[in-house]
């Protein structure tokens, strides 16, 4: 079993920045790849990017290159998600995910 949450979302404004947290806990945490993921009002749950959790490789979907970053935090424990110029459609929740197993989500809400 493993227990996923995110934090670090809020309100920004067109063209600002974020990062997104996700921690985890649970006796096998250290074996997953993590994977940040969104979904927007009316669409489908899209995949970002994924990292091993203990670092490494990091990959990314196509439209996320270049703005997003996934990276392992040693000092926090976390596989974070730093977001630059940040745009009106980026308004979501973002999610990260382990196998099967989810967190709650955080609200990311850009303005104009």
């Known amino acids: 079993q493993v227990q996923l949450a995110e934090s670090g979302g809020g309100l920004v404004q067109a063209g600002g920045s974020l990062r997104l947290s996700c921690t985890a806990s649970g006796r096998t945490a250290s074996r997953f790849v993590i994977g940040w993921f969104r979904q927007a009002p009316g669409k489908e749950r899209e995949w970002i990017a994924s990292a091993h959790w203990s670092g490494g490789n990091t990959y990314y979907a196509d439209s996320f290159k270049g703005r997003f970053t996934i990276s392992r935090d040693n000092a926090k424990s976390t596989v974070d998600l730093q977001m630059n110029n940040l745009k009106l459609e980026d308004t979501a929740v973002y999610y990260c995910?382990?196998?099967?197993?989810w967190g709650p989500g955080t609200q990311v809400t850009v303005s104009s």
């Open positions: 995910n382990a196998a099967n197993f």
